[in-house]
């Protein structure tokens, strides 16, 4: 069993940034992937991105690539997504999730957080 919860979220300006944590209980957080996903209201859960349980492969959305980072700290028990350059369409709640394996598809992933709401005001 884990238990993720998201925090790091908030208002910021266009060109911003802001860094997202998912802080998970339990001492197996390591043999997970974590994914990150955001939905906006009225709009379906969309994939970010994820890593691997040793923080050795990422894999992120195209629309993201060379602005969000994601990243692990095993020790800490603590995910992270480091969102940079941000414009107001990566306004939305970002959930991240724990899963056995590389997806982009939210059903693959087992354990979720509740979320943290990021607003890029223009």
């Known amino acids: 069993q884990v238990q993720l919860v998201e925090s790091g979220g908030g208002l910021v300006q266009a060109g911003g940034s802001l860094r997202l944590s998912c802080a998970a209980s339990?001492?197996?957080?390591?043999?997970?992937?974590v994914g990150w996903f955001r939905q906006d209201p009225g709009k379906e859960r969309e994939f970010v991105a994820y890593?691997?349980?040793?923080?050795?492969?990422?894999y992120m959305m195209n629309s993201v690539k060379g602005r969000f980072t994601v990243s692990r700290d095993n020790a800490k028990n603590t995910a992270y997504l480091q969102l940079n350059s941000q414009n107001p369409e990566d306004t939305a709640v970002y959930y991240c999730a724990a899963g056995r394996g590389p997806a982009t598809m939210s059903a693959s992933y087992i354990y979720w957080g509740q979320g943290t709401q990021v607003t890029v005001s223009s």
């Open positions: 890593i691997d349980g040793n923080g050795g492969a990422t």
């Open positions: 339990g001492r197996t957080f390591s043999s997970y992937f």
